[in-house]
Structures are given as C-alpha cells and as structure tokens.
C-alpha cells in the first residue's frame, strides 16, 4: 500500500505536471506566448492594406506571416488602425478578428491568416446533394485511373485531352454518371444540359492542381467547336475529417473568438465605464475613431473610409465610452462594435461579410463585386 501511494504522488508530482506543460503547447497559447509577438508596435492611419500590415509586423516582429490562397482575397482589404505601444500580438489579433479570420502556425516559424473555418467548409465543399454524387464519380474516376494502363495515365497527367470513347469502360461510366449529376444541377439551377448520346464524341481532359491541405482536380469535358464543360474535384472535406479525428493539422490554430468578450459584460468594464468627449464636423466613423484614439489613447482596428464612408457630424459629451461606442453605433448606420479582452476596439459596417449576419452574404455567389470581399471558387 505504502508503494502504490509513493508511485501516485510521483505520477501527480512530475508526470502529470509533464503531460500538462506538453498538452499546453498544442492550445492556442502558443500564439500569445512567442516572444517575438510581444515587440510593441505602433500604428495610426486611416487607410492601410492587410498586406501591407502584414508586411511591416513580418519586419518588426521577425515572424513570417502570410496568406494562404483562401485568405488572399483580403490582401487589398483595408484597415483604419489607431494602436500606441501594442504588442504584436494584441494587433494581430485585432485584425483577424475584424473579419473573423484565424491565425495558424505555417509547419515553419511563421503564421498564416486563415478565413473562418465554416466559410472554407462552404466554399470547398459540394454545394448540393448533385454536386456530391458528380463529386463521387469524379474520385470514382480518380481511383479507376490508378489501375488503367500507364500509357493512358501518362496521357491523362500531361494535360492532354482523350476521347471518351477510346477510355476503358469502368472510365466511361464514370464519365457518364458525372455528367448525370451534372445535367440534374443544370435542370435544377438553370442551363443547358448534356445529350447523353453526345458523350462518346466528346474529349475529356484533367488537370491536377493541389493545394496545400487536400488533393483539387479540374475536369473539362468537351465537344471541339460544339460546347465544353468545366468542374472540379477535391477531398477536402474528407482530409478535414481525418485531421479532426488524428486531432491533428498543419498548425494550431488560434480562434480569434477566445478574445470576445460579450456585450453585456463588456458594458461593465472599468474600460468602458471611462468618460470620453468628442467633436467632429462631417466625419467618417474612422476619423472618429482616430480621434478618440489619439485623445485617448484607445486602441481600434476598422474598416477603412471606403468600408465606412458614411459622413455625419459628432457631439460626445462627456459620456461612458460604451455609450459613446453606442451613439456612433446609432449616428451610422449598419455598423457594430465589439470590445476585444487585448483593450481593442473593433468596429465594421454592412460590407464586413463575416461580420454581418442579417444577409449572411458571405455564403452568396457570385459575391457583389461592390460589396468589398470578394470570395472565389476554387
């Protein structure tokens, strides 16, 4: 008996602690915790790129950051920042979290922003149960094309266009049930669908093109002179599901919503309780916000004038900020705020996809080339 509590307290004294420490590394701490994202930076300007910030933090902070290629359609994003002697970190995740993005290690010593998951899931995903079942011939295909012979798979892998009728027959009939689950989504969305009897006249072409997290290939199924279809092919969500079970990934991703603190309890910060005055004749909601930053030294990060550009004249008087951030709230339209734990401010207005929810427009294609995110199919 006397062994066996000897051996529990050396499991609770030094094992378990060991397990702890290293399950720890695999949270999000890791994120707040590197040294190099603790440099302080500074930051007041109406108007600047997600790549350009990217950029400059990559030069202070001696971290890589970048996009990945879902990510890179907020490079020309822009940003209205006000931050005096922050850190790194708190920054960054300012401005991830003004979008919903996330932060991921690179597999190096770097980061990359990544979207929101659900809005990869979107993209990636099959759209519909047709899409799904075309999905499900095209890895059918796929996996036939393993065992035709090498000539054939040489053919296929140069890029080059075969016909369909000279392919063997396990190929020609997943061509054909592609095409099946392709005319059911036309009849369904609109369009002109195949004539089946076209298919042994028509050509079909692959061409692999992977990314970096699953495989991603583009068919091309055409009649030379007559009409040509395109689509694609990924197992993105099956290389999603099998990371969620091995819990394991390319990074560890760092939620930016671990740092939202909801409204009714942000009202009652001690931060927010701080009176604030103000005055600005014909203003933008972002040159309200730098003026209460370079007032107050009250960090935030927003969209920039051309998010934002709604011009209206402000009288804050001395008033909570909460209040306050609740009057510019009311005085422009469409616009919301949220209180980071980081002291941030954040504020966007209706042409924030993720962050409006009324019209859910970050699940629409094709996405409103105005509307100031543009998302692509892959």
């Known amino acids: 008996m006397q062994r066996l509590t000897i051996f529990l307290l050396f499991i609770l004294t030094f094992i378990y602690p060991a397990i702890a420490i290293g399950q720890k590394t695999e949270s999000s701490d890791f994120f707040e915790e590197d040294s190099r994202l603790k440099i302080k930076v500074n930051e007041n300007r109406l108007r600047v790129s997600y790549l350009t910030l990217l950029k400059k933090l990559t030069k202070e902070t001696t971290a890589p950051l970048h996009f990945t290629e879902a990510s890179s359609e907020f490079k ?31 597999g190096k010593k770097g980061y990359r922003l990544l979207p929101p998951q659900n809005e990869q899931d979107f993209v990636l995903k099959p759209q519909d149960d047709f899409e799904r079942e075309r999905f499900e011939a095209s890895e059918a295909f796929l996996n036939h094309l393993k065992d035709a012979p090498k000539p054939l798979r040489a053919m296929i892998a140069s890029g080059a266009f075969l016909p369909i009728k000279e392919l063997p027959k396990n190929l020609r009939d997943d061509v054909e049930d592609m095409i099946t689950a392709l005319n059911k989504t036309k009849i ?28 991603n290939y583009e068919f091309t199924i055409t009649i030379p002179g007559i009409r040509a279809t395109g689509f694609r092919y990924n197992d993105y969500m099956q290389r999603r599901a099998e990371a969620v079970r091995a819990k394991s990934g390319t990074g560890v991703v760092y939620n930016t919503l671990s740092n939202c603190i909801k409204r009714e309890e942000a009202v009652q910060s001690p931060y927010l309780k701080r009176r604030v005055s103000i005055s600005i004749q014909n203003g933008t909601l972002p040159e ?20 934002l550009p709604e011009r209206t004249s402000i009288k804050l008087t001395n008033m909570p900020l909460a209040d306050a951030l ?16 980081t002291g941030y401010i954040l504020f966007w207005g209706k ?14 294609f094709p996405a409103d080339p105005n509307s100031g995110i543009m998302l692509r199919r892959p």
């Open 76 to 106: 020309t994003q822009s940003l209205a920042i006000g931050c005096n002697k922050s850190s790194a970190f708190e920054l960054m995740d300012a401005i991830a979290a003004l979008y919903l993005l996330q932060w991921d290690t690179d």
């Open 188 to 215: 369904k969305r609109g369009g002109t669908v195949w004539n089946m009897n076209q298919l042994p006249n028509a050509l079909i072409g692959l061409i692999n093109n992977p990314k970096e997290n699953y495989t």
């Open 288 to 307: 309200v916000l730098k003026a209460l930053h370079e007032k107050y030294d009250i960090p935030f990060v927003s969209q920039a004038n051309d998010g």
């Open 326 to 341: 609740d009057m510019l709230k009311k005085n422009y339209k469409d616009t919301d705020w949220e209180y980071r734990k």
């Open 351 to 364: 042409t924030n996809l993720a962050r409006n929810p009324l019209k859910n427009h970050q699940y629409s």
